[in-house]
């Protein structure tokens, strides 16, 4: 019922910022919990960061607590995540999520049923 798109992965510096941006559209954005998710080459899909359908509680995993910031604006339905002080471990590829769920179990893929593409985010040393 969603489609959803990444924006704004690049290549930066270690101790950069960067801000990622997902794009909904085909359904009503304030009605979807969020989250972002992760993937770096080899690995496992990581949860990164959760946002409720109404912005008030978010989560993230213990990685990149204090470093990054998820956000929406149902307005303009859009949710973003804003990425400071990026380590080279911070590679990978990262993908929007939208759930059905108002409160789903962030960490948990499984909760979310549209994903977005991806863009890769690159973090050199």
């Known amino acids: 019922q969603v489609q959803l798109v990444e924006s704004g992965g690049g290549l930066v510096q270690a101790g950069g910022s960067l801000r990622l941006s997902c794009a909904a559209s085909?359904?009503?954005?304030?009605?979807?919990?969020m989250g972002w998710f992760r993937q770096a080459p080899g690995k496992d899909r990581d949860f990164v960061a959760h946002?409720?359908?109404?912005?008030?509680?978010?989560y993230y995993a213990d990685s990149v607590k204090g470093r990054f910031t998820i956000s929406r604006d149902n307005a303009k339905n859009t949710m973003y995540l804003q990425m400071n002080s990026l380590k080279p471990e911070d590679t990978a590829v990262y993908y929007c999520a939208a759930s059905n769920y108002v409160t789903p179990t962030p960490q948990l893929a499984q909760m979310y049923g549209y994903w977005g593409q991806g863009t890769q985010v690159t973090v050199s040393s």
């Open positions: 946002i409720r359908w109404n912005g008030r509680n978010t």
């Open positions: 085909g359904g009503t954005f304030s009605s979807y919990a």
